[in-house]
Nanobody, 125 residues
């Protein structure tokens, strides 16, 4: 079965960096669309960025463009989220998600049947 396991969260000061990992199993990496979402405290979950693992296109939310970068290692079946210039408003639980049907906007959360357990990122000012 499909499994997604995030890691790499933690606490960092504003301006710092973190790299999140999402280890995937149970499907052929390179054939799915994968995305990062986050849920700030007391708020709804929102999209961060997405990728079709079989292509080079990347999509990012405006709030993270220029600061966050999605990459992947197909040999390790792992998706990454490099987060630089972190701000307190980036504080959230970060989730990776996957779907085999890549139709429609990457922002549609209900299109992703597979989710990781989440990893906490806390940015202090």
């Amino acid at each position: 079965q499909v499994q997604l396991v995030e890691s790499g969260g933690g606490s960092v000061q504003a301006g710092g960096s973190l790299r999140l990992s999402c280890a995937a199993s149970g499907f052929t990496f390179g054939t799915y669309c994968m995305a990062w979402f986050r849920q700030p405290p007391g708020e709804e979950r929102e999209g961060v960025g997405a990728v079709y693992t079989g292509a080079s296109a990347r999509y990012y939310a405006d709030s993270v463009k220029g600061r966050f970068t999605i990459s992947q290692d197909n040999a390790k079946n792992t998706l990454y989220l490099q987060m630089n210039s972190l701000k307190p408003q980036d504080t959230a639980v970060y989730y990776c998600a996957a779907r085999s049907n890549c139709a429609g906007s990457w922002l549609y959360q209900d299109k992703y049947p597979y989710w990781g357990q989440g990893t906490q990122v806390t940015v202090s000012s």
